[in-house]
């Protein structure tokens, strides 16, 4: 399988850099995307959103989840945005 590139959008980005979401950042960056660069399309904490949504993944961490678009062309996860759970859906 292809490994894929990870890419953040500016609203992901400034997001995990706040303080209510930094102690996030090492474990998504040292355990989360290597884990995606493998298989984004299938594991224990992903699923594949439907409706509206459908083209968009979410990967769930605890109390947070974070969103993701894959372009398989250009082997390139584009991560979109973060959530606390409850504010998410």
Not at 35 to 48: A, E, R
Request: overall charge positive; aromatic content about 16%.
């Amino acid at each position: 399988m292809n490994n894929f590139k990870i890419a953040e959008t500016e609203t992901f980005s400034k997001k995990i850099n706040s303080k209510k979401y930094k102690r996030l950042l090492n474990r998504i960056v040292k355990d989360v995307y290597p884990m995606l660069g493998i298989n984004p399309f299938y594991g224990p904490n992903i699923k594949k959103l439907k409706g509206e949504f459908k083209d968009l993944y979410r990967f769930r961490m605890g109390d947070y989840g974070f969103f993701y678009k894959i372009n398989e062309q250009e082997s390139i996860i584009f991560i979109l945005n973060i959530e606390n759970r409850q504010d998410a859906y």
